[in-house]
């Protein structure tokens, strides 16, 4: 089994981006994702309503790193440290050798490829540092530009599952990509 530890927290580093812990200070801009129905639009989670609901919410992501449980970055530019984003691994099962990438980035940000360098530096360090053998990432059958990212980066598409969620009254259908960690073991 993986012996998962986060301390001292890793700040990731790309060409063009830091990626660093998230902090209280970020609760606007994690309210703006939360908040924004287009950007929720394929994550079958509440809206954020207030900014406490933002506050709750770095504060789960911060205690699931505290606990080796999970692990969240605030997505920012090398020049701003202003988040535009989040990234990380979820659920991640330790003796499965394997964890789920999810990631959400503020609109004006769209279409720069900043996700696809993210995914790939975190990707990086699931199998590098972690030491998984997959990484899953579960999306939306009809979240298109997810599925190109996850194309873009080596991500398969392992299965389409028919309404296996059930959300707000309906059941929704996921689909999961995945890739494989070829030189670990």
Do not use: C
């Not at 001292?8 to 606007?28: G, M, Q």
């Not at 990234?87 to 099962?93: A, D, L, N, T, V």
């Not at 050798?97 to 490829?113: C, D, S, V």
Request: aromatic share 10%; no cysteine.
């Amino acid at each position: 089994m993986l012996e998962i530890n986060f301390k001292p927290f890793p700040n990731l580093e790309t060409k063009r981006l830091l990626l660093r812990r998230l902090e209280n200070e970020d609760v606007s801009e994690i309210f703006a994702l939360r908040s924004d129905q287009e950007v929720m639009k394929y994550v079958p989670r509440p809206l954020a309503k207030t900014p406490q609901d933002a506050l709750n919410h770095i504060a789960i992501i911060n205690e699931k790193i505290d606990s080796n449980e999970g692990i969240n970055w605030a997505i920012t530019l090398k020049d701003n440290p202003k988040l535009i984003g989040i990234i990380g691994h979820y659920r991640i099962k330790p003796e499965h050798f394997r964890a789920e990438i999810g990631y959400m980035l503020l609109p004006e940000y769209h279409g720069k490829g900043i996700i696809s360098e993210a995914i790939n530096e975190v990707v990086k360090y699931g199998f590098q540092v972690m030491k998984l053998h997959s990484i899953e990432a579960i999306i939306d059958p009809d979240n298109i530009a997810s599925e190109r990212v996850l194309q873009k980066n080596g991500f398969v598409k392992e299965a389409h599952l028919k309404e296996n969620e059930y959300y707000e009254g309906h059941f929704l259908d996921t689909v999961i990509y995945s890739i494989l960690n070829k030189k670990q073991f």
